[in-house]
Every structure is written in structure tokens, then in C-alpha cells.
């Protein structure tokens, strides 16, 4: 049987870290088609896109959970990593406010991420 290092649960939004766990056995995620995710270690790499709701997870602690906004979600090396915006708050209803300066935000945080993570992974090999 083939032994698999627990799941790392990072939540970013382009503001910084939402959440970060280490250790997590599970996390169940919502996925924008109305259905959801469960995912343990050794997950095959993915990229889905999220709907809002709860992520889930599981550690040594116990169970507990987090509500996020839509957004996407990368599994990649039992790091599973959700971008997302903060929740809904006032500011979406001021007179200034723009969505699309909130996705262009969401893309460039993405953007950093898969190059972070194609540094992290460039480092691991070398």
C-alpha cells in the first residue's frame, strides 16, 4: 500500500492568506456546478472552478469548516490551494466599486501562484 503525506489546505485571496492548514486527512469542497469535492492524499492534480459554500476539513483536531465565495481550486502534490475573494461585504455595494477589478485580482493571484508553485516544484528537482 502506498503511504501518502497528509493534505495542506491553503485559502488565498488577493488581500493574502485566508486560511492555511497542514496535517488534513480530508477536504471537501464546493465546486461551481452545485456538486462538491472530496479529496484525500494522493489526489491527482486538478483545477476546478468553486461555488460559495463551506470547505470542509479533517485533521487529527477534528472536523470544522470555513465558508468562502466562488473561486478556483488547484490540487497539485497534496497542496490543495483555493483562491477566492473575501466574503461579501459592504464595499460590494458602494458606488465605486468595479467587479472586475476584484477578478482582475483573482487572475493575477492565480497567476502567482502557479509560478510560485512551478518554483517550488523546479526547486524540489534541482
Do not use: C, W
Not at 488565498?12 to 472530496?38: F, K, Q
Not at 466599486?97 to 528537482?125: V, Y
Amino acid at each position: 500500500m502506498t503511504s501518502f503525506k497528509p493534505l495542506s489546505l491553503r485559502i488565498l485571496s488577493p488581500e493574502g492568506p485566508i486560511l492555511e492548514v497542514d496535517e488534513a486527512a480530508s477536504i471537501n469542497v464546493p465546486l461551481a456546478d452545485g456538486g462538491g469535492i472530496g479529496i484525500r492524499p494522493g489526489h491527482a492534480p486538478l483545477i476546478a472552478e468553486t461555488g460559495q459554500g463551506p470547505v470542509r476539513y479533517q485533521t487529527a483536531g477534528g472536523e470544522d469548516q470555513i465558508e468562502v465565495m466562488p473561486g478556483i481550486l488547484e490540487i497539485f502534490n497534496n497542496v490543495v490551494t483555493i483562491l477566492t475573494v473575501p466574503q461579501i461585504s459592504d464595499h460590494l455595494t458602494e458606488p465605486d466599486h468595479n467587479p472586475k477589478d476584484e477578478f482582475t485580482q483573482i487572475i493575477e493571484a492565480i497567476s502567482q501562484e502557479l509560478i510560485n508553485e512551478e518554483k517550488r516544484s523546479t526547486d524540489k528537482t534541482a
